[in-house]
């Protein structure tokens, strides 16, 4: 097994505050490559037989009742500031009924006392928690090294976060991923948390569904292109990175794509990747979504008000998805993901076995 670089505890939390700064005062998403969302046209329904207040946004996951299928998704960790945004927006998430999960815990590892900066529970008591670690990462630990993390957090479940593309941008960045598939398989027989197998604005195919769920995962965040892209942020960084991440800016699965890819396992997904308004959380769900996820939105109003303006954010979200679901004849969530939908030939054309196979080797 590959060994990772060792990387300063000093180094991590700098980039991981580079990450945000970035977020904040550049152009981070992708240049030319969309969410393809826009390619779900819901059908409308002009005689819905409803009014707004019979409009039902509560699902359940994780065992646990949310009051819509919305979660923040997670963005930091390692510092002081890193704790002041994941404790404001936990508490978002908690009042919202939505749920909340931390950036990478990789710091953590590092420097045990830097803890208390992933430490949420008490701030989103009653909602869903999420750890996270990347795959890089994970392929060198053990299956007590995760249950720290989960149970630092007392989380629902474990992230395990794929983020190929930008540590290739990364000079820094891990280079093998050569076990990824066993840690996965390693962690679902032996874990008795939820493993979540979460991309990092690239997408997942079928292809890769397919490998997830053979290794026994249930749950997928698609996190697809056309929303941030981590490649541009590491590009920002690191300025011998520029090439190359100008290169591979829009590389990726884009986020309706990989919803219609996965249809027919039987995975839970969640749709990150691009999410801005309650239309595209009502896209998403129609196309075999069961929750979506934001982060780069909501980290924005926040920084901009605190956390009145990210709440603020979430509850215009959240109103949005209701008219969706009212213009759509959508009482439920469960209604809602059988909504009407007409599909665009761009969307259309990323269907399962409409893309080349892979030649046998």
Request: some cysteine.
């Amino acid at each position: 097994m590959a060994r990772r670089r060792t990387v300063a505890v000093d180094e991590i939390a700098e980039r991981k505050q580079a990450h945000l700064d970035l977020c904040l005062r550049e152009d981070v998403e992708a240049a030319g490559k969309t969410t393809l969302l826009e390619e779900v046209e819901l059908v409308h329904d002009a005689l819905p037989d409803l009014s707004l207040d019979e409009i039902d946004t509560s699902t359940t996951w994780l065992g646990k009742a949310l009051a819509a299928p919305l979660v923040i998704t997670g963005m930091t960790g390692g510092t002081r500031a890193a704790f002041d945004v994941n404790r404001d927006l936990a508490r978002v998430a908690e009042e919202a009924g939505i749920a909340f999960g931390v950036g990478s815990q990789r710091a953590m590892q590092s420097r045990p006392g830097s803890e208390w900066t992933y430490r949420v529970r008490e701030y989103a008591p009653t909602t869903v928690v999420l750890a996270n670690i990347g795959i890089g990462q994970a392929q060198d630990m053990e299956p007590a090294q995760f249950e720290e993390l989960i149970d630092a957090l007392r989380a629902d479940a474990l992230c395990v976060h794929l983020n190929v593309a930008q540590e290739m941008i990364q000079p820094e960045g891990d280079r093998s991923f050569a076990d990824g598939s066993k840690v996965f398989r390693r962690l679902v027989r032996r874990l008795n948390t939820p493993v979540i197998a979460k991309e990092t604005g690239c997408g997942i195919s079928r292809r890769v569904g397919e490998r997830l769920y053979a290794a026994g995962v249930r749950h997928v965040d698609v996190s697809g292109a056309g929303g941030t892209s981590w490649v541009r942020i590491e590009a920002l960084r690191a300025p011998e990175s520029e090439r190359l991440g100008a290169l591979f800016r829009d590389w990726g699965v884009p986020t309706a794509a990989s919803l219609l890819q996965l249809r027919g396992l039987r995975m839970h997904r969640i749709a990150s990747g691009g999410i801005r308004t309650g239309l595209d959380v009502a896209r998403a769900l129609a196309l075999g979504g069961d929750l979506a996820g934001v982060a780069l939105p909501v980290y924005q109003a926040y920084q901009e008000g605190g956390r009145a303006r990210a709440g603020a954010f979430v509850a215009g979200l959240l109103r949005e998805l209701r008219v969706a679901m009212l213009l759509t004849g959508s009482r439920t969530i469960s209604e809602m993901k059988r909504a009407q939908v007409v599909l665009g030939a761009g969307l259309r054309a990323w269907e399962p076995g409409k893309t080349a196979p892979r030649r046998k080797r």
